[in-house]
C-alpha cells in the first residue's frame, strides 16, 4: 500500500549542516544575550562613585561645614578682630559655591 521512498543525504552535507547550526545558534545567543548587557550597565563603573562624592560634598557636609564657618566668622566680626569682614565675606563665598555647585554644573552642563 505504501512505498517507502529513501533518501539518502551525504555525510559532508549533514555535516555542514550541523556545523553551520552551532555557529548560527551561538551567534543567536550573543546577539539575543548583549544588549541585555548593555542594559544592565549604567555608563561608566565610575558612575555611582562619583555620583556619591558629589552628593557627599555639596549635600550636608557642606551644610554643616558652611554652618560652622558661618559661626566662626560671626565670632571674629563680634569679637572685632583685624580682618573679620573679609574673612566672612569669604565664608559667604565659599558656603555659595559649596552648596549650589550642583545647580551650577547642571546649569552648564544640563
Known amino acids: 500500500m ?5 533518501v ?19 551567534l543567536l545567543c550573543v546577539l539575543l544575550l548583549v544588549p ?11 558612575d555611582t562613585g562619583f555620583t556619591n562624592l558629589q552628593t557627599l560634598f555639596t549635600g550636608t557636609v557642606a551644610k554643616v561645614a ?6 566662626i566668622g560671626g565670632y571674629q566680626f563680634a569679637h ?8 566672612l565675606a569669604g565664608v ?3 558656603t555659595g559655591i559649596a552648596v549650589l555647585a550642583t545647580n551650577v554644573l547642571s546649569w552648564l552642563w544640563g
Request: aromatic fraction near 6%; hydrophobic fraction near 40%.
Open 66 to 71: 558652611s554652618l560652622i564657618a558661618i559661626v
Open 36 to 46: 541585555v548587557a548593555a542594559h544592565a550597565q549604567s555608563g561608566s563603573p565610575f
Open 92 to 94: 559667604a563665598a565659599g
Open 80 to 87: 572685632g578682630e583685624p580682618g573679620a569682614k573679609k574673612a
Open 2 to 6: 505504501f512505498r517507502r521512498i529513501r
Open 8 to 26: 539518502v543525504i551525504p555525510r559532508q552535507t549533514i555535516q555542514t549542516v550541523r556545523r553551520w547550526s552551532h555557529s548560527s545558534s551561538a
